[in-house]
């Protein structure tokens, strides 16, 4: 272990920019879906995960993580694994933005997470943020129930709530787990839990085709899935996760923009008055006083 001065406002940086990238990998993942299905991109692009992270962590040849840090690496493989697979299926029946207004529940329930389990102090102004932002979403959501709606949608958006909720423990994780290992790390193993239990599903799945004329698509999204992987890793090692949670909040801007450039997806005033919202809430967030200790330990 080494001790890391903590810098909140790098990492909400990097959050943000793990949101990003991530978003536009939802983007990719959602065309994935509609051209060859959940499962066959859930298989292939986990594949071309472990080949990448694995190429990027083994040769390091770092020490086997003690048996405490590895459970953490399974329980959140797992939880991201069930959070992955609800949320892209349920993107491939709603439109992009909507399906990213749905998951911004976490968050709030995150920074309670976080005061319970990481035992942080919330600043008032994250709380405010994350309120701010929130009325964003609610405004969002107003907006989406003024539309008739099919019962595939509705499906659609039952899936992504439920894989809301597996996220918000996914973020109180990602900053436990931030703090016990290194980036690389994460990643490969995160990666390895997913494959292993996609294998695991395979006898009721059934193995899926190569997806032809579409490979390159899956390593775009294992390329922005690994560079998120690490982006997060590396911001959560500097922040608290009660302050870099409302960062999600900024993923609705990066759908809005893909739903309407890459699947013509209408973006409404709704949508506009709530993303003023969310990006004032994700501002008042950044600029509140985060009463993290100066230095932590975590992994060498």
């Not at 080494?2 to 990719?28: C, E, T, W, Y």
């Not at 899935?225 to 009660?242: D, I, M």
Request: glycine share 8%; aromatic share 10%.
């Amino acid at each position: 272990m080494n001790r890391v001065a903590q810098h909140p406002v790098k990492g909400f940086l990097a959050a943000l920019g793990a949101v990003a990238v991530l978003s536009i990998m939802d983007a990719v993942m959602k065309h994935l879906v509609l051209v060859i299905g959940i499962v066959a991109v859930s298989i292939w692009r986990s594949a071309a995960n472990l080949s990448l992270s694995a190429l990027l962590y083994l040769p390091r040849r770092l020490p086997w993580p003690d048996r405490k840090t590895l459970r953490v690496h399974v329980i959140r493989g797992i939880d991201v694994t069930v959070m992955a697979a609800l949320f892209f299926w349920g993107i491939g029946r709603v439109p992009l933005a909507q399906g990213i207004a749905l998951t911004f529940i976490p968050p709030l329930l995150a920074m309670l997470l976080a005061g319970l389990f990481l035992d942080e102090r919330i600043g008032s102004r994250s709380i405010a943020g994350s309120i701010a932002a929130f009325a964003g979403v609610v405004v969002i959501v107003v907006g989406q129930a003024r539309s008739a709606v099919g019962s595939d949608v509705l499906l659609g958006i039952a899936a992504i709530i439920g894989s809301a909720l597996c996220y918000a423990g996914n973020i109180v994780l990602m900053r436990r787990q931030a703090l016990a290992a290194k980036p690389l790390e994460i990643n490969f193993f995160q990666s390895m839990t997913v494959i292993v239990l996609w294998l695991l599903a395979i006898p009721w799945v059934g193995i899926p085709a190569w997806p032809q004329d579409q490979w390159q698509w899956v390593i775009v999204a294992c390329l922005l899935s690994t560079t998120g992987t690490l982006l997060f890793a590396w911001g959560y090692a500097r922040g608290p996760a009660s302050y870099l949670a409302a960062t999600e909040y900024s993923g609705f801007l990066w759908a809005s923009l893909m739903g309407w450039l890459v699947f013509r997806e209408r973006v409404s005033l709704y949508t506009l008055a709530g993303a003023v919202l969310i990006v004032g809430g994700c501002l008042i967030a950044a600029r509140g006083k985060v009463t993290a200790p100066p230095e932590i330990d975590v992994a060498a």
